[in-house]
């Protein structure tokens, strides 16, 4: 059973990546799979692969985290670091871009609009909150985030 299941993860992620990469690029045009959904927001949720900039803006600690230096984030933003944990876009980017919707920017940064994007993914962040951890003997050093509610 777990195995029927595992397959027809695999086939949907094949098939979904196949028409990602054979849909226009979004710089061209809004991908017709997404623009027809006429998704008009976005809100992210997640860790280091989806950050925007949130943990550097967490705590006074944040400006001598690497992701608050280059090259994090260079490569597109006026070559100024972003607090993304990558040089580049990451993959919520690419998704906003496809909507045809401004990149998602970090929560935290209270310069931004939030009107159709916001980004609430903290690099570190995890899934049980830090008095759960504790409880089992288990430290985040990086962040007290969590995506417990």
């Not at 998704?95 to 919707?101: C, D, H, P, R, V």
Request: aromatic fraction near 6%.
């Amino acid at each position: 059973m777990a195995v029927k299941g595992l397959s027809i993860a695999a086939i949907f992620f094949v098939i979904a990546s196949a028409l990602l990469l054979l849909s226009p690029s979004p710089s061209v045009d809004a991908s017709p799979l997404l623009s027809a959904c006429h998704f008009d927001q976005v809100y992210q949720l997640g860790d280091s692969i989806s950050d925007t900039g949130n943990l550097i803006r967490e705590s006074p600690l944040g400006a001598a985290l690497p992701f608050a230096r280059n090259p994090y984030g260079q490569t597109f933003s006026h070559r100024k670091a972003t607090g993304r944990c990558s040089n580049g876009l990451l993959m919520i980017d690419y998704i906003a871009q496809a909507l045809g919707l401004p990149l998602v920017n970090s929560i935290k940064d209270t310069k931004e609009n939030f009107e159709h994007v916001a980004n609430f993914a903290v690099a570190g962040a995890t899934v049980l909150s830090s008095a759960a951890l504790a409880r089992h003997h288990v430290r985040n050093p990086v962040t007290s985030s969590s995506l417990d509610v």
